[in-house]
């Protein structure tokens, strides 16, 4: 794809991902926390999160940035916004729901789980019946897009249950945000979460969260910690315009500058057609190698995409893996816990073009292995 480092090697991953050369470029200044082009700059960031998140101040909702990798951010507004007493419903398809239950027990919040495997979809009648049965559940957690697998969860359908019970709703969109569109108030969404380096296309060293204002306000005196404390950290950005500790001033000015990119590529509709390209291409390669995917299609979102290790006994994934390094390219071994996969990643700066190169070294990869292969690159496109 064009407007890329040449230097480094595409990432086919969940993050971090490859980003533009003018979004690198953006970083080179030392602008400092007080100064006022870079709060001017953090300001227009806020505003256009609103944007891309389709919500508005006017509309009741804010936008709030967090230091720290994506899941700081998740921690922030479980820690922030989990009344004193009261339990957490959580739903759990993936490595990241699972991560989300640790954060809770780890503040001592009594938490219910929903578990379902890593292929299938949580029940939205079973979070029905948990929220009738249980008025201290106070609030609903679902994770958007699972990156471990790379399914999409009914967001939305799950939204107007827990709406129709008067609970908050947290959603973990970090892999989707950008590039899967989504209507939060539609969804009955509180609180929000995403980062800097998934689908925006921005360099990690943040998070941030969207959220109803009244949900926020309702929290004061709920914060277990001081650094993740939400409303505070809202507070600080709304009085001075500054975060209360020292910000990633080079990550925001990357940040902003993706966001325009991602307008210029026509916001999140735009991306989102790059990515399912990306993703149709892959699929479409990877099946005619005779791979199949982990999750069914119908389930299966254009983020990122598990794929069954080959049923040959020449292949192992060490091996494969570092072919492609040596090749150039950049995949991800995978997550799911019942089943042997890898993933490939459709999201950062890559387009078609770096597929389809990725799909060839495949095909080499396993030709090099002795891994028989049951179709050619491209087949059924
Ligand atoms: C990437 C990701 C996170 C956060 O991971 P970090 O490594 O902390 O940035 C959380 N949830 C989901 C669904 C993710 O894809």
Not at 226 to 232: G, H, I, N, V, Y
Request: charged share 25%.
């Amino acid at each position: 794809m064009e407007n890329r480092t040449t230097k480094d090697k595409p990432l086919f991953t969940p993050g971090p991902l490859t980003t533009s050369m003018t979004v690198k470029e953006a970083m080179l200044r030392d602008l400092g926390s007080r100064d006022s082009e870079f709060i001017g700059a953090l300001r227009e960031v806020r505003e256009k999160l609103l944007e891309v998140g389709g919500v508005s101040q006017e509309a009741g909702y804010e936008s709030i940035l967090m230091q720290g990798s994506g899941t700081f951010s998740v921690e922030s507004v479980i820690c922030s916004a989990m009344p004193p007493e009261g339990k957490l419903l959580a739903i759990v398809n993936g490595a990241y729901g699972d991560r989300i239950v640790k954060i809770a027990q780890a503040h001592g919040i009594e938490t219910l789980v929903q578990k379902v495997g890593e292929n299938k979809l949580p029940s939205v009648a079973a979070v029905e019946e948990a929220l009738a049965a249980d008025g201290e559940i106070k609030m609903v957690v679902a994770v958007h897009c699972e990156t471990t697998s790379g399914i999409i969860n009914p967001i939305e359908e799950i939204g107007q249950v827990v709406a129709r019970h008067g609970r908050r709703y947290f959603v973990d969109s970090m892999s989707a945000f950008g590039a899967v569109p989504l209507d939060l108030a539609g969804a009955n969404i509180d609180f929000l979460v995403s980062s800097a380096n998934k689908c925006i296309e921005g360099v990690p060293g943040f998070g941030f969260c969207i959220c109803r204002r009244d949900a926020l306000l309702e929290t004061r005196g709920w914060s277990r910690t001081l650094s993740l404390d939400l409303l505070a950290q809202w507070e600080g950005l709304e009085k001075s315009g500054q975060f209360r500790f020292t910000p990633p001033t080079h990550a925001i000015l990357a940040f902003r500058q993706a966001l325009q990119e991602l307008e210029d590529e026509g916001g999140v509709e735009g991306r989102r057609d790059r990515y399912r390209e990306n993703y149709r291409t892959l699929v479409s390669g990877m099946r005619g190698l005779g791979f199949e995917e982990y999750v069914d299609p119908d389930l299966q979102g254009y983020i990122i995409t598990s794929f069954h290790y080959p049923q040959d006994a020449n292949f192992e994934f060490q091996r494969f893996y570092d072919l492609l390094n040596e090749a150039g390219f950049v995949i991800y071994p995978g997550k799911v816990s019942d089943a042997d996969c890898f993933r490939i990643g459709n999201i950062g700066r890559i387009d078609r073009n770096d597929v389809e190169q990725l799909l060839e070294a495949i095909k080499t990869a396993l030709a090099s292995m002795g891994v028989a292969q049951t179709g050619t690159v491209g087949a059924g496109k």
